[in-house]
């Protein structure tokens, strides 16, 4: 049977003349953009060029929801109300959906961004709270979630369709979680390192832990990060490896379409 793996990437993500990233040539490599709604990241005209340009390239779409919070790039935790978050996913997805119909493309996929995304991996009130603005906006929607967390779940039990992913640049435990930013060699840098992962993790079903030990990670994607030094040309290696290694790339929202 083929092997076939999604790769998304964080796009749409500058804001005016403040610049993160090269969502042009990133369109180029990933077969998914999580575009930014605004909250974390994004303005409008830099939102509506990246649909733009996705539509272009052919590249499926999906809501990069975060928490309101320009300054920190939405990477600081907010204990926020359930109703207020509900309110301001609804809000991400309802304005992204807007400029995708502008764009002449659609939304099919919501992927929660930085420590929302964490939070909600196993925090169940602010997770459900995400589940339920999905499913009142769009239960068609995919939602994308940390491999491995009670996150997954929660949202299958809701009736959403969800999609697991691993992490192309970052080290895992031996119990199959992220290790932390705040620990060193948390994040790895070199190209080549982090291609050969991705196809042991596509050949394999998993990937070694920082500890030495092999981890199984279940997963239908493959986030390349579009915003640290290197990305791009990181993103490019694994894309090759891996077509190399005749994986085919293609978007998990696109699948039996």
Not at 51 to 80: Q, T, W
Not at 99 to 119: E, I, Q, R
Not at 129 to 146: G, R, S
Not at 152 to 159: L, N, P, R, T
């Amino acid at each position: 049977m083929k092997k076939i793996i999604d790769l998304n990437s964080d796009l749409g993500e500058s804001f005016g003349q403040w610049q993160m990233g090269n969502d042009h040539a990133m369109l180029k490599v990933v077969s998914s953009a999580n575009v930014a709604c605004g909250f974390h990241a994004g303005s409008p005209e830099g939102i509506f060029n990246t649909l733009i340009e996705a539509k272009a390239n052919h590249v499926v779409v999906g809501a990069h929801v975060g928490y309101p919070d320009l300054v920190g790039f939405g990477r600081r935790n907010m204990d926020i109300s359930s109703n207020e978050l509900i309110a301001d996913v609804i809000y991400q997805i309802g304005a992204l959906k807007g400029l995708a119909v502008a764009a002449g493309c659609h939304v099919d996929y919501v992927k929660p961004h930085g420590a929302l995304y964490n939070t909600i991996a196993h925090d169940k009130r602010q997770g459900m709270a995400v589940i339920e603005a999905i499913c009142a906006i769009d239960p068609q929607l995919v939602l994308v979630a940390l491999a491995g967390s009670p996150l997954i779940e929660w949202a299958k039990e809701s009736g959403l369709t969800v999609v697991a992913e691993a992490f192309a640049d970052r080290a895992y435990h031996a119990n199959g979680t992220l290790v932390s930013r705040k620990e060193v060699g948390s994040v790895l840098h070199d190209p080549e390192q982090v291609a050969q992962r991705m196809l042991q993790f596509v050949n394999e079903g998993g990937v070694m832990s920082i500890e030495g030990t092999f981890t199984p990670i279940d997963a239908g994607s493959i986030c390349v990060h579009g915003d640290s030094p290197g990305a791009l040309a990181m993103a490019q290696k694994v894309r090759e490896l891996l077509q190399q290694n005749g994986v085919e790339i293609t978007a998990f929202a696109g699948r039996g379409q």
